[in-house]
């Protein structure tokens, strides 16, 4: 997968759950729709690690790919998006990264 596939594959996520955490989510994180929330944050990430990964600062894009990581998994735990999205996601931003090293 290149960077440009794995962006377009990001920026088509929809919330998989429209009442994340079942409905919780109100009371825990103050939203009612923290699957939205969550996604668009991964979707700024995503488009944050293409701009590093297309540089040359080997820094900057560790520091991007881990807050991919870990926004791919925020979005699963809140259940914005299924396991399997997310491994594929990940595996991606790794497999990428491997290459720049």
Do not use: N
Request: net charge negative; aromatic share 2%.
């Amino acid at each position: 997968m290149t960077i440009d596939e794995l962006c377009d594959q990001v920026m088509r996520l929809k919330p998989t759950s429209f009442m994340a955490l079942g409905g919780a989510a109100a009371g825990i994180i103050g939203s009612s729709d923290s699957g939205t929330d969550a996604i668009a944050q991964l979707q700024q990430a995503t488009l944050r690690f293409a701009q590093a990964f297309k540089g040359d600062d080997i820094e900057q894009i560790e520091v991007a790919k881990k807050d991919v990581i870990g926004k791919v998994m925020v979005a699963m735990t809140m259940d914005a998006m299924t396991e399997e999205k997310a491994d594929q996601i990940a595996e991606a931003v790794i497999t990428l990264t491997k290459g720049k090293k």
